[in-house]
């Protein structure tokens, strides 16, 4: 819930105006060593020098005095599946024997309201305790999953952003809907929770080889229908994954084509790995607008392999980064960005701390089309704030002591920081540590 206290953050602030060309392009974010914001109805009514804001507040503002910590954008995951909560960390073979032996079973167990609800409190509590303020989940294929994910998310006032995995085949018959209930049921659901306050409905046909055609082609017609909204699956993550897709979908020029031709690609489309590409995909992507979404600690923990960040995006291919929790191996952006970071390393892409700070915050807002509202610290945009200490821990001070400047302290952050770097988390105006574990019991 938007918090109706007037309150002003003072800290060092830091927030991005686009992508950094490199390592000196001070004109792609602000830094502000004493700086301020003003939060207002949930929204941020002001940024600048802290004596400016507190110039402009209303008399007897409280002052949330955050020094000498950092105050960012919150982060933003753009894949991650909800019931995967108790997936994560599972001793697996690659992708499909990770489905088949411990994901499937875990999401057969969503047919429960009230398992999905608990799950639901557990992964808010987890998100936001690691500086997540939004994220793009998969819900189970079952329509009360995504109800448990979207009234959570609606008792702590987040945009978040998700939707009820359409899977028909391939997996236990359980967790299969089929063509026409997927159909209807992702549009039932999407009308009641598109743009119901801050909640935002994803189509979501999990990937190829668990739809048919038909299904495909429902999610197709589901887009058509309402194009304000984002699609996500995945995409050319696994060898043996692309092999089935191949025997399944025989007529297709290559994987991306199966999606193609059922009209699933575009600005909104969200794409998770895109780590094995080919030439013509790589020029479909670009054509279509749609973004390839890196995941770092599943692509490590699954063994699929390295995602090819300048390979793509000097195809002219958007990129958004995401944890991809339970395949991924944790929530936190930052331990994101450390994996990510090796991976690059591993083909000689040295990515900047500046970039990837940009990365989880405005870049991944972009990604989704949702800049004007999340992922910077812009006047009249949504207050979600994340505030971090690099200084949480002794070994991260005892390396702090020689830290000289802002990108040197956001590389000791992304190398060394987890949740706890993360001082307070803000929704929508509101401070949520406190609350984590008692919100909604
Ligand atoms: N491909 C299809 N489903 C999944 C999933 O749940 N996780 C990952 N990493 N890949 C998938
Ligand atoms: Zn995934």
């Known amino acids: ?23 000196d392009d001070g004109d792609a974010y602000s830094y502000i060593e004493d700086g301020a914001l003003l939060l207002q109805n949930g929204l941020i009514a002001a940024r600048g020098a802290f004596s400016e804001v507190e110039a402009q507040a209303p008399a007897s503002t409280l002052v949330t005095d955050h020094r000498p910590h950092l105050i960012l954008p919150g982060f933003i995951d753009t894949h991650i599946h909800f019931p995967q909560a108790q997936v994560i960390a599972s001793w697996a073979d690659q992708l499909l024997d990770w489905l088949n032996d411990y994901t499937f079973p875990a999401e057969l167990k969503f047919a429960d309201k009230a398992h999905a609800d608990r799950i639901a409190k557990g992964f808010y509590d987890a998100l936001l305790a690691h500086g997540t303020t939004t994220a793009v989940a998969y819900c189970s294929s079952h329509p009360n999953s995504v109800d448990a994910y979207f009234e959570e998310a609606e008792r702590r006032g987040m945009m978040m952003l998700g939707g009820k995995t359409m899977m028909d ?16 049921d992702s549009k039932a659901l999407l009308s009641k929770w598109h743009k119901n306050g801050r909640a935002r409905y994803v189509i979501t046909p999990r990937f190829a080889i668990t739809s048919t055609p038909e299904q495909l082609e429902a999610a197709g017609s589901l887009l058509k229908e309402f194009p304000e909204c984002h699609l996500q699956t995945h995409i050319n993550e696994n060898h043996n994954e692309i092999a089935y897709t191949r025997e399944l979908y025989p007529d297709a020029a290559h994987y991306l084509g199966v999606y193609e031709s059922f009209d699933l690609l575009g600005p909104r489309t969200l794409l998770g790995h895109c780590i094995h590409m080919t030439g013509h995909e790589l020029q479909v992507m670009r054509e279509t607008g749609s973004v390839a979404v890196f995941c770092p600690t599943s692509n490590l923990f699954l063994g699929s392999g390295l995602f090819d960040k300048s390979g793509l995006e000097s195809a002219g291919i958007r990129t958004a980064i995401a944890t991809d929790v339970g395949g991924g191996t944790n929530y936190s952006m930052l331990r994101t960005l450390d994996e990510g970071y090796k991976i690059l390393q591993l083909q000689r892409q040295r990515m900047h701390p500046l970039t990837s700070f940009y990365w989880i915050t405005r870049g991944n807002a972009e990604a989704l089309q949702l800049a004007d509202r999340i992922g910077t610290l812009e ?18 001070a005892l390396r702090m002591e020689t830290v000289e400047t802002l990108s040197e302290e956001l590389f000791l952050l992304q190398t060394l920081g987890d ?8 929704v929508a105006g509101t401070p949520q540590k406190d609350r984590i574990s008692s919100v909604g019991s």
């Open 1 to 23: 819930m938007a918090d109706t206290t007037t309150r002003i953050l003072r800290g060092r602030l830091l927030t991005f105006h686009g992508a950094p060309s490199g390592p």
């Open 169 to 184: 085949r391939n997996a236990p018959e359980a967790l299969c809907d089929t063509a026409q209930s997927s159909y209807g």
């Open 379 to 396: 006047a009249g945009t949504d207050a979600d704030i994340v505030v971090l200490d690099a200084n949480a821990t002794p070994a991260k």
């Open 419 to 426: 949740d706890r770097c993360v001082v307070e988390t803000y």
